[in-house]
């Protein structure tokens, strides 16, 4: 259970840091990975 919320959280990061990077800001990093996680 634990390792599968890790899992969740990294994958979640890499979304929100490749998101970031396609637009080009690194701002909304954390509000991606937020947003990612209550979509899902």
């Known amino acids: ?3 599968g919320m890790m899992v ?3 994958l979640s990061l890499m979304f929100a840091e490749m998101d ?3 637009r080009g800001s690194d701002s909304t990093l954390v509000n ?3 947003q990612g996680m209550t979509e899902f």
């Open 1 to 3: 259970m634990f390792l």
């Open 8 to 10: 969740l959280q990294l």
């Open 20 to 22: 970031s990077c396609l």
């Open 32 to 34: 991606d990975s937020v």
